[in-house]
């Protein structure tokens, strides 16, 4: 009898058994049979045949050894037997290592509703491996059947900002990260950690809108006769930049204005590609839906008329400052324009298409066209150009 070579194989191998070199010098074999005595239990494909397989089982991070027994019959009836091992590893990891959350710290309380959520460095058992991207995911439930935040970042790989409107106060989450490498291996996602927000007073009569900034019983923005304050599809502002009321007006396929909220553009850290002057600031929007996925549209309303060189900008933490004038829409007058968002899409700063929009965004003022500029080495570019306030003709 010669069962062959011991053998190593990776689990999910197909493992092929001979005992064709065994040998009989008169009459020949006349009979082969295979059984395992060690190891998982695995099913060979024919315990009869000189050469049957079967797959190798899972096995755990030490690996397993199967051990099998062959015996063979000449025609005259005598027998001998063989044994071999065949060792089982477990598959190479080539994925990320799990990452690691740092803050805020599991279980904490009284977090800022912008809070910076921070992991871990990346590390790969793969020599060469480089950080690509991280998927960031917030949910309301341990189990993260939905998400009030998901976005995938090829640059905020170990820190990110919540953008402003996505969490609500004094409510307990729950957030986990997934690293990816160069070659699109993913870790397993980080354990969760939980964290409660803090609960303010800046809005104690419960309506969307800070304490301070909400606007008097006077206030007519859209100048339909009616107070903005008594129009229950509208809610207002008064801007914290540019001493104006900014207005919103629900539309198509949203259900609600949830919060509205003015912001000084220039308390947002990321100043990359961040417009030199915003005249009214940032508003942040919190808009509630008809059915997730939904592009909708609000219509909002500017006590000040903007000058033809203003356009609009849209901000998030993961695709920063851009140039929004692809779904604004101004008025003749430049009073009013139409926005358009798509839930879990353009326009949604948590990048999930969850029933809820957020969009922190503004007037911007830039060139009134498009100019060429030549640099120094004869080269040329098309951009656009962020100008201070005091350099535009506001008439």
């Known amino acids: 009898a010669d069962a062959g070579e011991n053998q190593t194989v990776a689990e999910g191998d197909t493992v092929t058994l001979d005992g064709s070199d065994s040998s009989d010098p008169d009459d020949g074999i006349a009979a082969y049979q295979w059984t395992q005595t060690s190891g998982p239990s695995v099913t060979l494909s024919d315990a009869t045949a000189a050469q049957p397989s079967f797959t190798a089982p899972d096995v755990g991070a030490s690996g397993e050894a199967l051990t099998f027994e062959l015996t063979v019959t000449d025609q005259g009836g005598l027998q001998d037997t063989d044994s071999l091992t065949i060792n089982v590893e477990p598959p190479l990891n080539n994925s990320p290592d799990q990452p690691v959350l740092?803050?805020?710290?599991?279980?904490?309380?009284?977090?800022?509703?912008?809070?910076?959520?921070r992991t871990g460095d990346f590390s790969d058992p793969e020599s060469g491996d480089t950080h690509a991207k991280t998927e960031w995911q917030i949910s309301t439930g341990f189990d993260f059947l939905s998400f009030v935040l998901d976005v995938t970042s090829t640059s905020h790989?170990?820190?990110?900002?919540?953008?402003?409107?996505?969490?609500?106060?004094?409510?307990?989450?729950?957030w986990r990260v997934m690293f990816c490498d160069n070659n699109n291996e993913k870790s397993e996602w980080s354990d969760p950690y939980s964290f409660?927000?803090?609960?303010?007073?800046?809005?104690?009569?419960?309506?969307?809108?800070?304490?301070?900034?909400?606007?008097?019983?006077?206030?007519?923005?859209?100048?339909?006769?009616?107070?903005?304050?008594?129009?229950?599809?509208?809610?207002?502002v008064n801007t914290v930049v540019g001493e104006a009321q900014i207005g919103v007006k629900i539309s198509t396929c949203v259900t609600s204005t949830e919060s509205m909220k003015s912001i000084d553009a220039n308390t947002i850290s990321d100043t990359e590609n961040r417009p030199d002057e915003m005249p009214l600031g940032v508003i942040s929007l919190k808009l509630k839906v008809d059915r997730a996925g939904d592009t909708a549209e609000v219509t909002v309303y500017l006590s000040k008329s903007l000058p033809g060189n203003v356009k609009w900008y849209n901000y998030s933490t993961i695709d920063g400052w851009h140039d929004y004038s692809d779904h604004a829409i101004f008025s003749v007058d430049r009073k009013l324009l139409t926005l358009e968002f798509k839930d879990g899409g353009f326009g949604d700063a948590d990048g999930v298409a969850n029933g809820w929009i957020v969009d922190p965004c503004g007037p911007a003022y830039a060139s009134s066209s498009s100019d060429q500029q030549t640099d120094s080495d004869g080269g040329g570019g098309c951009f656009i150009s962020i100008l201070s306030y005091g350099s535009h003709d506001r008439k």
């Open 102 to 117: 740092l803050s805020p710290p599991d279980g904490e309380t009284g977090v800022s509703l912008t809070t910076l959520l």
């Open 157 to 174: 790989l170990t820190s990110l900002v919540v953008p402003e409107s996505v969490l609500d106060e004094g409510t307990t989450y729950y």
């Open 196 to 236: 409660t927000t803090l609960t303010t007073s800046d809005d104690t009569d419960s309506n969307g809108i800070p304490d301070d900034q909400e606007v008097d019983k006077t206030a007519d923005v859209d100048d339909n006769g009616t107070p903005d304050m008594d129009q229950a599809d509208m809610k207002c």
